[in-house]
């Protein structure tokens, strides 16, 4: 009889590690891989929990630069954001995650990739569309959407019983059975008491950011974040003046400097890709600061309506992101397409802190760089060339449209009225 290999992306978490034992059941050889993607956690005590469960294998995937450099660097110089609040942290993870899984497969000649994701949620799409892309014959095995594995766990709570009954050390807790996922950009808490959307999130469930009323510095901070061509190149501590100039450096610093401030908490309800609404608690604090200041330098050198088209096609990629076609056609031409206009998104900008929020409070085109913003042309002291009088016909050519629409259906009324 041949034993199949199944490369297993793995967390150490109660779902993959319950997942772990139920394939060995079922008779596969099982190769994890847990992916270093910049979260809190001991790799070499997951590792060991693994093997002690029986994987054949446990590969500790190191990819936090590629996943800096190559994804959350593109999603700032694109100011990706969904549904106009979430900064993607899970979503941008995933395909980075599954480059990596892909490259064990071929590596160890596995048929097969298991995941741990929901039958319900996001990731369940986003890890087998990019393993198609990457690697169309492979044959994916999902747990949560199989028949046998459903019937026998409802959920959370049968798979504390279950690691419980076969000596599986988890950190979920009936009480407490939230589920968390974390990388170098953020955390996200999810499931168990937060599905009620109107139950306030515990203050002991945030691990990235302090508490911004209560326990975050009164004095504001100000850093100054350097881009060329959209992409973040370095961030200045204007207090010591250390300057940081590779991605993990920024986001390690800004992370906990912004951290420390409470910014970059969120808690919303988001439409899932599979037509779910869900609830989500999510802690992004350099993330934030550097959407912030991107946001603001893009708007300071774009042309306006470049700045609107740019605006659209951002929209239309986050809605790629999240819903799991970062590998696809059209990704890749919306991405080639943002990246054009972010040629002139060059200089610098400066960005305050205080308790729970930052704001940029200024900004400098590049020196080697041409700059739309004309100080003496909107300067009200001087007219600098700008002919106040054509302002009239230009008014006059705009009313036409509204004066016929006057003309034909009389005035328009207001409350007042």
């Not at 609830?279 to 708007?299: C, M, N, S």
């Not at 799991?324 to 998104?345: D, K, M, N, T």
């Amino acid at each position: 009889m041949v034993v199949e290999k199944v490369i297993l992306a793995y967390s150490g978490g109660l779902d993959t590690s319950c997942i772990l034992k139920w394939l060995l059941e079922q008779r596969y050889e099982v190769i994890c891989v847990l992916a270093d993607v910049g979260q809190q956690e001991d790799f070499e005590a997951a590792r060991q929990k693994a093997l002690k469960i029986g994987a054949k294998e446990v590969i500790v995937a190191d990819i936090k630069r590629n996943f800096a450099e190559q994804y959350i660097w593109p999603a700032i110089q694109m100011g990706l954001i969904y549904e106009e609040r979430y900064l993607l942290g899970t979503s941008l993870a995933r395909p980075c995650i599954s480059v990596a899984l892909i490259e064990a497969a071929r590596r160890h000649g596995a048929k097969y990739l298991a995941h741990g994701a929901t039958g319900k949620g996001n990731d369940q799409v986003r890890f087998e569309l990019c393993a198609y892309a990457l690697q169309p014959e492979l044959k994916i095995i999902a747990p949560w959407r199989d028949v046998e594995f459903c019937r026998q766990f409802q959920g959370r709570q049968d798979l504390i019983a279950y690691a419980k009954a076969h000596g599986i050390e988890v950190t979920a807790k009936p009480a407490t059975p939230w589920s968390t996922d974390g990388n170098m950009l953020h955390i996200s808490y999810e499931s168990g008491v937060l599905e009620d959307p109107n139950t306030v999130a515990p203050s002991t469930l945030y691990e990235l950011t302090r508490d911004p009323f209560t326990q975050a510095p009164q004095k504001p901070h100000r850093v100054c974040v350097h881009f060329k061509q959209g992409l973040p190149t370095s961030v200045e501590d204007l207090s010591s003046r250390q300057v940081y100039s590779t991605p993990m450096d920024m986001l390690k610093f800004l992370n906990d400097l912004g951290g420390s401030y409470g910014i970059g908490r969120i808690d919303i309800v988001e439409n899932r890709y599979v037509g779910l609404k869900s609830r989500g608690v999510y802690e992004t604090p350099g993330g934030t600061i550097l959407y912030t200041a991107h946001q603001d330098l893009e708007v300071f050198a774009l042309d306006r309506e470049v700045l609107r088209t740019k605006q659209m096609l951002r929209d239309r990629m986050s809605d790629f992101v999240y819903n799991g076609f970062w590998f696809s056609p059209e990704a890749l031409y919306v991405r080639r397409c943002i990246q054009l206009a972010q040629e002139h998104v060059t200089g610098q900008v400066t960005v305050e802190l205080s308790p729970g929020y930052c704001r940029a409070i200024a900004r400098k085109a590049g020196d080697k760089v041409g700059a739309l913003y004309n100080q003496q042309l909107v300067s009200m002291d001087v007219h600098g060339g700008y002919v106040p009088q054509d302002a009239g016909g230009f008014i006059a050519i705009n009313a036409v449209r509204i004066r016929e629409h006057v003309r034909a259906f009389g005035p328009y009324q207001t409350d007042q009225q």
